[in-house]
């Protein structure tokens, strides 16, 4: 006789508690594995994911599927489709046609969907068909019990933690006439479900207690009273969630100084993808993960995730994040090459091939491997695809797979369905909060609940207390819980904890959990309070911007300019002002630079062209436009301009010169000719320096007068402008001859050599200074 499981890991915990008994271990399997097994389907093989939804795609193809709001095209499809085939299985699998729910539906609110599913699922099954396939759907109506495996394994003991579906329930009553069926199952307020779908089988349980059951003859063999729950619970509340790692591995520490093995703990996960949180901040390798490790983090995943984003968006970060995984302009231009084309299975086989390479070991796994070869022969079947269509096939796939954790700790992370089946002394659940638990079914997005449990199928409410049932089971089995979840503006925690009698939230200074998961930059090595040197600025080329970094901030300058620290940039933001700032500036000088005679039209036409050609994203395109209608007022200014008689003669241009012992350098944005006279112009798409002079000792920006210096070596400047892209103005230089005074004093200072880099007195220059961790200012920011 066969012991079945809901899960791998109650197997696994089964063989564990029987690893000192010298007698004969009966064979274990999951009751997922009982069911493929004891069933199967004459003349048909089993329809893989990507063949499911294409075929569910195809058999959409017909006009009135509009109405249920569920995109056709291909790759928003495919995100989507996971709703109606969890709609259809969840049918199949309660015996419940679309037939009986118009019955249900007494105020024929569901009719018109209804009338669409019904077709849609009808012509799904056709195509099934005709490939000779079959799937979760179709299989409660076309399975053959396979007797020869039943009888093989002679009988078996089920340990029930979970709710059966129709489709089950009838499936055990078929194997309870070949061969004799147990079953072990815990019945209280919150799987009381359980007994009604259990009286098939004429057996009548009351709640609090835990059976042993003969379900072939319908008899309780054995019935014991459930001990009552009155674990205490540590509860606490964190502000932001990264703050549960810490929460989380001070529990650990708290559970082994108890005692506690590690073995016996569990850190129990509401919300999966919290584990690549934890695995960041696991740097003892004290955890292992139960749900292995997803190959989205894989290398591979990772260059095929960047690779589809840098081609949809060709944005800066995207293409830094394809150098940073090394993927080279070669791969990058064959990517190029392909997108947007229908391509043979064998080139873009190749290509993926070539992808995987680039990192030897994970080239040799068999996984990678067998998903490829199984990708290959599934592309085999289909029509020529288009290459980013093919690209989200073999994303998705491997989105769904994952690895074991090899060389992991021996404390024990999971999600909360992998529980049941299995006891730990010490529970730890982070993300206790309403977003997770109760965890939200896709299953009810076409049915109201009213309609549901008229029909049968399983409620909103009816998945909550499976999930009470797991939730109470885990802590009722436990010596120690500890419970976390954020509590800010966009989080609460979830009404479970009252439900399942669990204390109200301890409060705890958050910055204890800081050391746990962060540096302490208070340690880290600054430099000294007082810099001294000696550095003659005449020695080196002088612009008005490293003037006015040495005038707002010594140390500043020391680093920049001596030390040559580079700034670390990141884009944060799919744009950056900056970006269009920079291209706005080139446009200009480009349209402006070809156009002898203007003609406002052709201008704002070419500067548009112009400036769509660097990005295609919807964000770049929403600034074009807003520049679009800015620089109206510029192309009315220039043609104004020019009828006047002004063109432009230089732009863009670099010049140097000789001033005071100083060499000044600058590039200037334009400089106009006009009845023998020179117009310097610089343009500014953000904020205008202020002109004014409110205070000599504060001024630090000389650009203007250091253009004028420049531009005086072509000829009599006669007038300084910042031109304002935004306000479509210009804003004319006033104070020339005050600013150029003031620009003599500071130069005359500092013909000296320049010996203390300091930092700067008032604080509000380092605001955004890039140096602002090595000045240990960090409060500023």
């Not at 499911?52 to 790759?75: G, T, Y």
């Not at 996984?367 to 990708?375: A, G, M």
């Not at 250091?706 to 300084?720: I, N, P, S, T």
């Not at 804003?731 to 880099?757: G, H, M, Q, R, W």
């Amino acid at each position: 006789m066969i012991e079945v499981f809901s899960t791998a890991r109650g197997v696994r915990s089964f063989y564990e508690k029987q690893i000192d008994s010298n007698a004969l271990l009966p064979k274990a399997i999951t009751i997922s594995e009982l069911e493929q097994k004891a069933v199967y389907v004459r003349g048909k093989s089993l329809a893989d994911e990507d063949t499911r939804v294409l075929l569910m795609k195809k058999a959409s193809e017909f006009s009135s599927f509009d109405v249920l709001n569920i995109e056709r095209e291909f790759l928003v499809f495919l995100k989507n489709s996971s709703y109606l085939f969890k709609f259809f299985e969840e049918l199949s699998q309660e015996k419940v046609s679309i037939e009986s729910l118009f019955l249900a539906d007494t105020y024929a609110e569901y009719e018109e969907h209804l009338q669409i599913l019904k077709l849609l699922l009808s012509r799904y099954v056709a195509l099934l068909e005709e490939q000779n396939l079959y799937d979760k759907i179709t299989l409660p109506q076309i399975y053959t019990l396979n007797k020869d495996y039943l009888v093989s394994i002679q009988g078996a003991r089920i340990h029930l933690d979970s709710f059966l579906s129709c489709y089950e329930i009838e499936l055990l009553k078929g194997i309870c006439e070949v061969i004799p069926l147990f079953a072990t199952v815990e019945i209280n307020k919150y799987n009381i479900k359980t007994v009604e779908l259990l009286s098939a089988f004429n057996l009548f349980l009351q709640e609090n207690y835990i059976y042993e059951l003969d379900l072939s003859k319908g008899e309780i063999l054995s019935k014991s009273p459930i001990s009552r729950f009155e674990k205490k619970a540590d509860v606490y509340g964190f502000s932001s969630r990264i703050l549960q790692a810490g929460f989380v591995f001070w529990q650990i520490e708290k559970c082994i100084e108890e005692g506690i093995e590690p073995e016996n703990i569990v850190v129990v996960l509401p919300d999966e993808s919290f584990a690549s949180v934890l695995k960041l901040f696991d740097r003892w390798r004290n955890l292992n993960f139960a749900m292995g490790e997803s190959l989205i983090q894989s290398q591979f995943y990772k260059r095929l995730s960047a690779l589809e984003l840098s081609l949809k968006h060709p944005e800066q970060q995207h293409i830094l994040r394809l150098c940073r995984l090394g993927v080279g302009e070669e791969i990058v231009f064959q990517a190029k090459q392909m997108y947007g084309k229908k391509v043979s299975f064998e080139n873009v086989l190749a290509f993926f091939n070539t992808l995987l390479l680039l990192d030897e070991k994970e080239a040799k796994e068999s996984l990678f491997k067998d998903t490829l070869f199984r990708f290959e022969a599934f592309l085999k079947r289909l029509e020529p695809l288009r290459f980013e269509q093919i690209l989200k096939l073999l994303l998705n796939r491997l989105a769904q797979q994952s690895k074991d954790d090899v060389g992991g700790g021996k404390i024990t992370v999971m999600g909360v369905l992998e529980t049941r089946g299995v006891c730990f002394e010490a529970v730890i659940v982070p993300d206790f909060n309403d977003e997770f638990i109760p965890k939200r079914s896709q299953k009810d997005l076409f049915l109201s609940t009213h309609v549901r449990a008229k029909s049968n199928l399983p409620t909103a409410t009816d998945r909550e207390n499976l999930q009470r049932y797991y939730y109470h089971k885990l802590f009722a089995n436990a010596k120690k819980i500890a419970i976390s979840h954020v509590d800010n503006e966009t989080s609460v925690a979830s009404r479970f904890l009252d439900e399942l009698d669990i204390s109200l939230p301890h409060s705890i200074d958050e910055k204890l959990f800081y050391p746990l998961l962060f540096r302490d930059t208070s340690k880290l090595q600054r430099f000294d309070e007082e810099i001294t040197g000696e550095y003659h600025l005449k020695n080196a080329k002088l612009s008005s911007s490293k003037l006015k970094t040495l005038l707002t901030c010594k140390r500043k300058f020391y680093f920049r300019y001596l030390l040559h620290l580079k700034e670390h940039t990141m884009p944060d933001t799919p744009i950056s002002e900056k970006d269009v700032g920079l291209r706005l500036h080139s446009v200009l000088c480009d349209v402006v630079g070809k156009m002898e005679s203007f003609d406002e039209n052709r201008f704002l036409s070419e500067c548009f062209q112009a400036l769509n050609e660097t990005n295609s994203s919807e964000i770049w395109a929403f600034h074009v436009f807003l520049w679009m209608e800015r620089l109206k007022a510029f192309a009315t200014n220039e043609a104004e301009k020019r009828a006047q008689g002004y063109r432009p003669k230089f732009l863009e241009q670099y010049f140097e010169t000789s001033y005071k012992g100083f060499t000044l350098e600058g590039k200037i944005d334009r400089v106009d000719e006009f009845d023998g006279g020179l117009y310097v112009v610089d343009y500014k798409s953000g904020k205008v320096p202020t002109i004014e002079i409110k205070d000599p000792s504060k001024v630090v920006d000389f650009q203007l007068v250091f253009y004028y210096l420049l531009a005086r070596e072509k000829g009599d400047v006669r007038g300084l402008y910042y031109y304002d892209l935004q306000e479509g103005v210009a804003v004319e230089e006033f104070l020339l001859d005050e600013k150029l005074a003031l620009l003599d004093e500071v130069l005359a200072e500092y013909s000296k050599p320049i010996t203390t880099f300091e930092k700067c007195e008032k604080t509000d220059a380092c605001r955004h200074c890039p140096y602002v961790l090595l000045c240990g200012r960090e409060e500023c920011v």
